[in-house]
C-alpha cells in the first residue's frame, strides 16, 4: 500500500489519534485491569519493511463520518491482543491459529465501540465504525500513525493505523464545522464475527446455536397488586431509571451490557457502549 498526495489539516489527524489511543488503552485497561498508556512512533501513511508478517484488521465508518481505516499489527502483538481477552498471553512463537485471529477480532471491535462513542461526543453526530475482513485494505492510504501502546506489566506494542482519502476529507469538514452532516442513508449492518474462545471453556462450541432470551431493561418500579389493577390505557408508571442513564441488556435475567437505544432500518436496535469480557458474560449467566 501507498500514500496518496493528500493534504491532511493537522486537526484531522490529531483527531485520529486521540481517538484511537485513548481507546485502545481504555478498553486494554478493562481487559488486563492494569494502567496503558500510549505514544506515537511516526505519523506516515505509509508501511515500513518491518509490517509485512502480521494481521490487517479492516474497518468502514458511515454515518456522521465516511470512508475506510486499516490496523496493522505484528504476529507477535496479534497474539498478545487475543490473550488478554480470556486472560491467557500465548508465547511469540505459537500459531496464529483461527481461533486467536476470533478473538484479535473481538478486541478490536471493542476499540472501535469505544472509538465510536468518542467520536460521537466529538462530532455531536452518529458515527457508525463496521468490521469488514481480516485483510489488507485495497485502497491507498491518506493519513496514518504507529502507535505504541505499554502496560504496567504488560510489554509495548505497536499499532499501525492508516486512513483514506474519504475518511480524511469527511473528518476535515467535520473539524471544520464542528458537526457531522446529517446521514442520508441507511447505515450498513454490523457483519458479526465468529465467537471468540473463551478461558476454561473448551467445549463452548457446543452451545452456542442455543437461543437465550434476551431483554432491554429501561428501568424498575415495584408496585402493589392494587395498582397494578387499576391501570388503564393512558396511564403512566415512572421508573426508577432518567432519561440519560445507560439501557441493560439482559440475558436470562442476567445483566450482560449496558447501552442505548437507536433506530436501525425502521426498528429498534441496541448500541452496547460498556460490557464485560467473554470469560465474564459467561460467569454471569452460570446458574
Not at 418500579?221 to 442513564?245: A, K, P, Q, T, Y
Request: net charge negative; aromatic share 6%.
Amino acid at each position: 500500500m501507498t500514500a496518496i498526495a493528500c493534504e491532511v489539516d493537522e486537526k484531522v489527524i490529531k483527531l485520529f489519534v486521540e481517538v484511537w489511543s485513548s481507546s485502545i488503552c481504555q478498553v486494554l485497561s478493562q481487559l488486563s485491569g492494569e494502567k496503558f498508556d500510549s505514544r506515537v512512533l511516526d505519523s506516515s501513511p505509509i508501511l515500513g519493511k518491518d509490517e509485512s508478517d502480521g494481521v490487517w484488521i479492516h474497518f468502514s465508518a458511515s454515518a456522521g463520518l465516511t470512508g475506510e481505516m486499516g490496523f496493522f499489527v505484528s504476529k507477535a502483538d496479534a497474539l498478545l491482543l487475543s490473550g488478554l481477552l480470556t486472560g491467557e498471553v500465548p508465547s511469540e512463537s505459537a500459531e496464529l491459529s483461527g481461533d486467536a485471529c476470533n478473538r484479535l477480532t473481538e478486541v478490536f471491535r471493542r476499540f472501535a465501540g469505544v472509538a465510536s462513542a468518542a467520536l460521537k461526543s466529538k462530532t455531536k453526530g452518529e458515527v457508525e465504525l463496521l468490521f469488514r475482513a481480516l485483510e489488507p485494505p485495497s485502497w491507498e492510504a491518506a493519513l496514518g500513525f504507529r502507535l505504541e501502546v505499554r502496560g504496567e506489566k504488560t510489554r509495548p506494542l505497536n499499532i499501525r493505523m492508516v486512513a483514506d482519502e474519504g475518511w480524511a476529507k469527511s473528518a476535515a469538514t467535520v473539524c471544520a464545522t464542528g458537526a457531522v452532516t446529517p446521514r442520508t442513508t441507511e447505515p450498513e449492518r454490523v457483519i458479526p464475527s465468529p465467537a471468540p474462545v473463551i478461558q476454561g471453556t473448551d467445549n463452548i462450541g457446543l452451545l452456542l446455536d442455543i437461543e437465550l432470551e434476551a431483554t432491554l431493561r429501561f428501568g424498575e418500579r415495584e408496585m402493589l397488586l392494587r395498582e397494578i389493577l387499576n391501570l388503564n390505557s393512558g396511564s403512566v408508571i415512572e421508573l426508577d431509571r432518567r432519561v440519560n442513564e445507560p439501557v441493560e441488556l439482559l440475558v436470562c435475567g442476567k445483566v450482560v451490557a449496558q447501552g442505548e437505544v437507536v433506530v436501525l432500518d425502521g426498528n429498534y436496535a441496541f448500541r452496547v457502549t460498556q460490557i464485560a469480557s467473554p470469560a465474564g458474560r459467561m460467569a454471569s449467566l452460570r446458574i
